[in-house]
């Protein structure tokens, strides 16, 4: 392929994020007030109801042109829509760039791989800013996303071998499989999903008997499953930690800047994890490792310090 080619398909891949992201905008709005299909009646404006014209709908573009308003009532348009866009299209953006440049000769491999990220970081933006609304997260995109996480694996079971991160253990699989590797795929993608699940429910119940309160809802529960469908077990589990992480931070933050904690929805950490493990998953391990080899030289530090040998 000629970098030329790579550049123009670069660049497309960024410029259909920003038309999803448009799209993601109508989802998010939409599906958890249960009003209208996501797939008609066309945008209008909540205030006047004035239908939106297609250069008053192009990605961020309009929103600029328009100075953030209506052009028919001049209600201030929330500059989130055009947030949303400007994400989708990043996101969209780099896994293309990872696609075309990540490798030395890309093929269709590579583009199956930028459409499951693709397809796979619109559901998390979409629940993030639901889950952040809301404190919900739908079941069109988790279940859907779980059964289509099947699909996926089963098809292309190279997305479980050195693609989507961390699945190398499906070549293992294949040969307990009879060497059929779309079963092997397909047995990885389910058990991530039981395990996914399993983590978070339990993580639920530990919740409830200790501060005897719902920590984590069924809808983070079917969240991490999608993951698991997607990602696999290791995934999951390693996007989860990852999430727990970012919470701890966050709240640990919050409390000292307001002095209180109120409720923070876990769907975003959620999802940022998610995000990590799909784009960054060697640096989650090697970060992993760091501070397991930091707590051996502290715990060292400290038995020394106490005049014990370590053994």
Same mark, same amino acid.
């Given at each position: &392929?000629? =970098?030329? $080619?790579?550049?123009?398909?670069?660049?497309?891949?960024?410029?259909?994020?920003?038309?999803?992201?448009?799209?993601?905008?109508?989802?998010?709005?939409?599906?958890?007030?249960?009003?209208?299909?996501?797939?008609?009646?066309?945008?209008?404006?909540?205030?006047?109801?004035?239908?939106?014209?297609?250069?008053?709908?192009?990605?961020?573009?309009?929103? !600029?042109?328009?100075?953030?308003?209506?052009?028919?009532?001049?209600?201030?348009?929330?500059? +989130?829509?055009?947030? !949303?866009?400007?994400?989708?299209?990043?996101?969209?953006?780099?896994?293309?760039?990872?696609?075309?440049?990540?490798?030395?000769?890309?093929?269709?491999?590579?583009?199956?791989?930028?459409?499951? =990220?693709?397809?796979? &970081?619109?559901?998390?933006?979409?629940?993030?800013? @639901?889950?952040?609304?809301? $404190?919900?997260?739908p079941d069109e995109i988790?279940?859907?996303? @779980?059964?289509?996480?099947?699909?996926?694996?089963?098809?292309?079971?190279?997305?479980? =071998?050195?693609?989507?991160?961390?699945?190398?253990?499906?070549?293992?699989? #294949?040969?307990?499989?009879?060497?059929?590797?779309? /079963? #092997?795929? /397909?047995?990885?993608?389910?058990?991530?999903?039981?395990?996914?699940?399993?983590?978070?429910?339990?993580?639920?119940?530990?919740?409830?008997?200790?501060?005897?309160?719902?920590? &984590?809802?069924?809808?983070?529960?079917?969240?991490?499953? *999608?993951?698991?469908?997607? %990602?696999?077990?290791?995934?999951?589990?390693?996007?989860?930690? !990852?999430?727990? %992480?970012?919470?701890?931070?966050?709240?640990?933050?919050?409390?000292? #800047?307001? +002095?209180?904690?109120?409720?923070?929805?876990?769907?975003?950490?959620?999802?940022?994890?998610?995000?990590?493990?799909?784009?960054?998953?060697?640096?989650?391990?090697?970060?992993?490792?760091?501070?397991?080899?930091? *707590?051996?030289?502290?715990? #060292?530090w400290t038995l020394q310090?106490?005049?014990?040998?370590?053994?």
């Open positions: &392929m000629l =970098e030329s $080619q790579k550049l123009v398909l670069w660049i497309s891949s960024g410029l259909t994020g920003l038309l999803i992201g448009s799209f993601l905008n109508v989802c998010i709005f939409r599906l958890p007030r249960n009003c209208m299909s996501i797939v008609r009646p066309r945008s209008r404006c909540p205030k006047c109801l004035r239908w939106i014209t297609w250069y008053d709908n192009l990605p961020v573009v309009s929103w !600029v042109l328009l100075g953030g308003k209506c052009r028919g009532c001049r209600a201030p348009i929330s500059p +989130r829509y055009a947030l !949303v866009e400007l994400l989708t299209g990043a996101v969209f953006g780099y896994a293309g760039w990872r696609a075309l440049y990540g490798v030395p000769s890309p093929g269709w491999h590579e583009a199956v791989r930028f459409g499951v =990220e693709a397809w796979f &970081m619109s559901c998390l933006i979409v629940c993030t800013f @639901i889950d952040y609304d809301f $404190q919900i997260l988790t279940l859907s996303g @779980i059964a289509l996480g099947l699909v996926l694996s089963a098809a292309f079971p190279f997305l479980h =071998e050195t693609g989507l991160p961390l699945q190398d253990h499906a070549k293992s699989l #294949a040969r307990f499989f009879g060497g059929h590797p779309w /079963l #092997a795929s /397909l047995a990885a993608s389910a058990f991530g999903a039981l395990l996914g699940a399993g983590v978070i429910y339990f993580a639920d119940l530990l919740g409830k008997l200790l501060f005897r309160k719902e920590g &984590m809802g069924m809808g983070d529960v079917k969240y991490v499953a *999608m993951f698991g469908a997607v %990602l696999g077990w290791k995934g999951a589990l390693l996007g989860f930690m !990852v999430a727990c %992480l970012a919470g701890a931070i966050f709240g640990i933050g919050k409390l000292i #800047a307001v +002095r209180r904690m109120g409720y923070v929805p876990f769907g975003p950490f959620l999802s940022a994890g998610a995000a990590v493990i799909v784009f960054w998953p060697t640096l989650v391990v090697r970060a992993i490792f760091i501070y397991m080899g930091w *707590m051996h030289s502290l715990s #060292a310090l106490f005049g014990v040998r370590p053994v």
